[in-house]
């Protein structure tokens, strides 16, 4: 037997990967390309990974200006430098 | 020496340490060691003894556990002993010290005849223990056998309390004082360990025996009375309440008077109201379900708005129907007031056909009434405009987005504005953006027209996520939960497979 997409004990899985939404978002955008089973879920683990990003820059812009908030425009200035990083 | 076997309804100490006593014949270990020193022997006998004690103390508010406490400690001192230590000789001792029938009667604590068997061998035993005990009635009983002799053994006292020395001051000394300490203080801490089990066991009953719940009988005449107070009470404003949620709006003016010329008969009103209540509820029960007055009774003890509710229906359906049926059932139950439980069936069987008759219109009066919540959806909802439209679009991408947004300030370990929120869902909708387009190329380039995992790599490396120090399954066994992982690392399984095939 190889595999179980579920674990034994817990079928809930902590932080699912929005698969519907993602495969949903693609096809609007593209809808003349097909998504492949797997890869909706490295464009989540992408999503994850550019929201960490975000999330240090615009901490790291709050802490510089001694802010215990994080406010807006340290979250503009931190999404311009990682989109700018993202584009790829 | 207590060697009779008593009768195991009440598992004293005594019979517990009896019991050991007979079943520990034969430790042969303990004769070998026979030859220990003095400090040795006492070393182990003072945590043992204090064992003991303790556990003593411990089965006067437990039982159960003095078996198995005291059968330890017959193994722990199967070391060290003299002959006159042993722990036969020791149990037997408490046995000797302990009284008869300990926890109802603390006069028969002291028995100096028993107390002078004691001797030097029970001196060790438990009277470190009995220096945890700290009871401070330990003054008044102090009427130890003068006789006491005390060997002269120095032992390690591990705590000596102030009380103990307290002890030792108030006991007559007839010998050195530690071994008086010891033996009157053995005595006189296991006396009050038998002495004083009304207060630990009177401690203990609430943890181990649930005191039975002491109700008050439910007096029915007072709970008809308080309905009746209630209903007058609220009458007025529950006919007001009430008005607006009947679906058939009856003139509910006139049925205020027929609550209120009832009410020269309380008790009869009070009745009525729990025919009523009970011919209600049985209604939206379900029709034809005789049950038990007490059912009711005690049914409208805890929602009397409902009785009220209930009245305040009930009086609708009889302004509706003919008075006559009313008031039949006023001069009915008037008469019938002592005789509750014989008229009230006959009652409710008149009141049922005259339920029935409208079972279309009452039902939905009466679930309207069931629960005062639910009055106001129905109300509602038919009049709510329905948003249709770009629903579609919106608020499923909307809810996406906000996922990730609240991803964002679980990253970010610091509070965050709400305005903050809204433009990272503008970020990641650009975002978004990006991907698909990189994608889209991705693909071309490789001749392709589906997105593969291959493309989705090359994305992060060009964006500079996976990097030759960090690969891609390094991240994807960082960032995702094991199930995914199992989706897309491969990975050797029994029979030669692997999963996902590559």
């Not at chain 2, 149990?91 to 002291?110: C, F, G, Q, W, Y």
Request: hydrophobic share 30%; glycine share 4%.
């Amino acid at each position: 037997m190889a595999f179980s997409t579920t674990v034994a004990q817990k079928k809930h899985v902590k932080r699912k990967a929005p698969r519907g939404f993602l495969k949903r978002v693609f096809k609007r955008r593209k809808p003349h390309l097909r998504l492949e089973t797997r890869s909706d879920l490295l464009i989540h683990l992408n999503c994850l990974l550019f929201v960490h990003r975000l999330a240090e820059e615009s901490r790291t812009n709050a802490c510089e200006s001694k802010c215990g908030v994080i406010k807006k425009d340290h979250v503009l200035s931190a999404a311009k430098v990682i989109l700018k990083k993202s584009r790829g | 020496m207590a060697d009779r076997y008593r009768p195991d309804s009440e598992p004293t100490t005594r019979t517990l340490l009896q019991r050991v006593l007979d079943t520990a014949d034969l430790r042969t270990p303990r004769r070998r060691r026979s030859r220990r020193t003095l400090a040795q022997r006492t070393f182990l006998e003072s945590p043992a003894s204090k064992r003991l004690s303790s556990q003593t103390k411990t089965t006067t508010r437990r039982r159960s556990h003095g078996a198995r406490s005291v059968v330890r400690l017959a193994h722990v001192q199967a070391n060290g002993d003299l002959e006159e230590q042993t722990p036969r000789t020791l149990l037997k001792n408490i046995l000797l010290t302990a009284p008869e029938s300990s926890i109802v009667m603390p006069d028969s604590v002291m028995k100096p005849v028993e107390v002078s068997k004691v001797v030097q061998s029970s001196r060790q035993e438990s009277s470190q223990g009995s220096l945890e005990l700290q009871l401070p009635e330990l003054e008044p009983s102090l009427t130890l056998a003068p006789g006491l002799p005390a060997p002269g053994k120095r032992k390690q006292r591990l705590r000596l309390s102030v009380f103990q020395q307290e002890v030792n001051q108030g006991l007559t000394r007839s010998q050195e004082p530690p071994g008086n300490a010891d033996v009157s203080s053995l005595t006189s801490s296991l006396s009050l360990t038998f002495a004083t089990p009304l207060q630990p066991q009177s401690v203990k009953r609430p943890g181990l025996a649930r005191r039975p719940l002491t109700r008050r009988a439910v007096d029915i005449g007072a709970l008809l009375q308080g309905l009746r107070d209630n209903s007058l009470a609220s009458a007025p404003p529950a006919d007001i309440v009430l008005e607006d949620t009947q679906p058939f709006s009856q003139p509910l003016v006139g049925c205020s008077p027929s609550v209120h010329h009832s009410l020269p008969h309380p008790s009869h009103i009070g009745i009525e109201d729990t025919e009523r209540a009970v011919s209600h509820r049985r209604q939206s029960i379900g029709p034809g379900q005789q049950s038990h007055i007490s059912l009711p009774c005690s049914e409208l003890q805890p929602q009397p708005p409902e009785v009220t509710e209930a009245v305040g229906s009930q009086e609708v359906m009889e302004a509706r129907k003919s008075k006559e049926s009313s008031e039949d059932e006023d001069t009915s139950g008037r008469p019938a007031g002592p005789e509750l439980a014989s008229s009230t069936p006959d009652l409710l069987k008149t009141k049922q056909p005259h339920q029935f008759l409208e079972p279309p219109s009452l039902p939905p009066g009466v679930a309207v009434l069931s629960s005062e919540p639910l009055e106001s959806m129905p109300v509602r909802l038919p009049p709510r405009p329905r948003t249709a439209g770009p629903r579609h679009h919106q608020d499923p991408y909307k809810a996406g987005l906000s996922y990730y947004a609240k991803l964002f300030s679980f990253y970010a370990k610091m509070p965050m504005e709400k305005k903050a929120l809204e433009i990272v869902e503008k970020c990641l909708d650009k975002y978004f953006q990006h991907l698909c387009n990189d994608l889209e190329v991705f693909a071309d380039h490789a001749g392709r027209k589906t997105v593969k995992v291959e493309d989705l790599e090359l994305l992060m490396r060009r964006q500079g996520l996976v990097t030759d120090q960090i690969s891609l399954h390094v991240l994807v066994e960082r960032h995702l939960p094991l199930e995914y992982r199992q989706l897309l690392i491969p990975c050797a399984f029994t029979g030669n497979s692997v999963f996902p095939t590559q």
